[in-house]
């Protein structure tokens, strides 16, 4: 036996290891029934509808413009998208292949997370065997159902890599503070590993930024700056002080430039304020979540949480705020008698710093509470050692309790995971949780529609009654469960169109009065423009004179400018164009060409709009504000072939004038 093969039969000879190699298992076999379930809301335009990441070549020109597809986030995420690239080359949209992948990182962060609490349970209590508190705290995270959407829903890679990347970093970080502790050593390699990780972690998602707060938590908290040599400590207490000086920057600059956080919510449907109320409200769900892991409040969706109007409005913002004012209170009061309850419940705040506070995001969604789940867990445990020093409580403290709680959590998890085996299950168990929600019902109403198109595109005489009923009931609900939701009226409209039905009248009047007023959010923008891209298809057969309707009532809406305005006004301008009605065509697509003049797109269909109106020379003269050298290799077909057209048009008429 070698000694390799020696070290490795003794570290699997560890009754800790063993027990979490069987943990591991567990986690394969809760996960397994969703695996194969299918592709879900945001991952089709990450991914799914995004030709770039369909890499079929590894060449460098091919891997940077999968890298640079995507405009999530500000930094892009582009370690989080060479994998997605990656599992397309190998496996195409196999939604298995996705998910397997997922999977196996979130089982690395599980093993990363076993050694990152031991390491730091080592170091905040002096005990060396504390290994069974890291293996349960540790198998909990890896089996509790409220991580299921970081697995299962494949785009929610780029929150468990990066917090895969934030792990390692974390281990780096607490062995170079291992080494400057107990042995004087800068531990440069460590120090080096900490940084270039927690950049991968970056790339991967910008939540990673919260990791250097976290760090500092651990130093005020946990290790006190503390280190063997004098030179050492002084070099940390002056990073450090110079960290906390940065941030005070960072703050200024954000306050001077504060349209980059106002501009955002634009098009949302909330303020500023009422988000910051709303979000005490929801870090207390997050927390009831973790430790009462009911599934019946678990969902994909989670539009239907109520917003806070105001500091009573409804009561338990009040309540919730107050909570955790106390939370705090008991945090600094507890810094030193329980250094880990208040670095846990830091970590825990910290890490929803970025997606639970000033910026302009939803307002809740589950897989925001991946990394900071951790913390509370930490925070737990402190309370639970508090609640240990009773005598008559010490004989309940017994690690069975703690393993039923992990067997609890295995169950949770494949329940859930059962819902997601594909898209019958899915959406029917969503409902059911989450009967409020329009998202919830239109992603029903999706898959009773898409059974009524496939039957009659197989051919199939008439109508089933059945699914029609069911996508219109489903729509019905989406439109009446949020007064800011389009996508339930388009949705009914569509419907009726694809089965030869004339739209109900009440539905275009509801439309009509919405279109004015709702706010343009993201999701707004998305069916609208599809609807009309299903107009210019011509699988939607909506009377033209309905549809200007629908124009004249968007063009009211104060929240729809810019970009996303100069889109709208382009499709309206293909669809009016393909209904030969050609001058509007011009306006329309004019318009959208002075909202956006560096869209090319947008410049060729507007000289071609004037070449079919046969205004040659005003086309002419809009096609030559383009550089055809810097056009995309369609959009340069379509330049030249107008060119060519227009140079004939030209030479048409120039040999048709009298000598």
Partial sequence: MTGVSRKLGKLFQDHIVRAFCAVLLLTCIAYSPGLSGPFVFDDFSTFVENSALHLKVLTFDAIEHALTSSQTGPLGRPVALFTLAINYYGAGLEPFIFKLTNLMIHMLAGCLLLVVLHRLLRLATGQQQIQGVALCLASIWLLHPLNLTSVLYVVQRMTSLATLWMLLSLYAYLQARRLQIEQGKWAWPYLIGCLSAWLLGLLSKENALCLWVVFASLEVFILRFRAQSGRIRLALQVFWGLFGVLMVLAGSVLLAHWEWVSQ???????????????????????????????????????????????????????????????????????????????????????????????????????????????????????????????????????????????????????LRASHWQDWPHLVASEVVRKADSARSQYAAARWYFAQVIAQAEQGVQGVNEAYYTKAKEHLTLAYQADDNNLSGLLGLIRLNDRVGLPSEVRWQTVLLERLP??????????????????????????????????????????????????????????????????????????????????????????????????????????????????LEPQLKLKYQGLLQSLSQNLQGRTQSRPN
């Avoid at 305005?565 to 959208?592: D, N």
């Fill in 517 to 630: 007023v709702v706010v343009m959010d993201n999701e707004n923008r998305h069916h609208l423009f599809d609807f009309m891209q299903c107009q210019t298809s011509q699988h939607c057969r909506n009377d033209i004179g309905f549809i200007n309707q629908m124009v004249q009532a968007v063009d009211l809406n104060q929240s729809f400018a810019g970009k996303y305005k100069a889109h709208f006004w382009h499709e309206v301008g293909v669809y009016t164009l393909t209904q030969g009605v050609i001058e509007p065509a011009v306006y329309y697509f004019a318009q959208a060409e002075q909202l956006v003049p560096e869209q090319s797109l947008y410049t060729i269909n507007l000289a071609m709009a004037l070449f079919a109106a046969a205004r040659y020379e005003e086309s002419h003269q809009v096609l030559h504000r383009l550089d055809a050298e810097t």
């Fill in 264 to 414: 955002g919510y634009e098009t949302r449907s909330f303020s500023l304020m009422e988000r910051l109320l709303t979000q005490a409200r929801a870090l207390w769900f997050y927390v009831r979540l973790i430790v009462l892991p009911d599934v019946g409040l678990m969902s994909l969706f989670h539009d239907d949480f109520v917003l806070s109007k105001g500091l009573f409005v409804p009561v338990s913002t009040f309540v919730a705020l107050l909570a955790w004012v106390m939370v705090l209170v008991l945090l600094w009061y507890w810094r030193h008698k329980r250094p880990l309850f208040a670095l846990g419940m830091s970590w825990f705040l910290i890490g929803h710093g970025l997606e639970s506070s000033i910026f302009a995001l939803e307002l809740v969604h589950e897989h925001r509470n991946y990394f900071p789940m951790i913390g509370l867990l930490l925070a737990l445990y402190a309370l639970v050692q508090k609640v240990a020093e009773v005598p008559q409580l010490q004989r309940l403290m017994t690690p069975k309790w703690a393993w039923a709680f992990v067997l609890l959590m295995f169950t949770g998890t494949t």
